[in-house]
């Protein structure tokens, strides 16, 4: 497709909140693109530290009613630490679903990077 220009979109999903437990991240609604990164960058460790989360990609029709799409990263609890999680053909909505280990807690920044 020479000259055609595409879309981007970064969205901010979780800025500095805490993360401990079940956690799921705001949904967003990106159907019109055709790729997708989901980033977690952890700023601070509350607890736990050198524990390991698992950050799920959950995908819907609806933004309401939610299934795993089979994507995930490992999110390390250590500061700086950095990890992403690459979707496509995934429909309408998407969110992140983490669940981390009993007395892990980070503060996060999430991104979800989109292109069209």
Known sequence: MAGMI???YTAVLAR???WE???QTEPYEAAWAAEA???VRVMQVKGGTGSVATARVQI???GMHWVDEGGS???QAQTESLCFAR???FGG???LAVTLPAGMAVQVVATLALKG
């Open 6 to 8: 595409r879309n981007a």
């Open 21 to 23: 437990g079940e956690v």
């Open 87 to 89: 979707v496509n053909q």
């Open 73 to 75: 990263m490992a999110i």
């Open 93 to 95: 909505w998407l969110r």
């Open 37 to 39: 990164l989901f980033f």
């Open 60 to 62: 819907s029709p609806d």
């Open 16 to 18: 500095g909140e805490t």
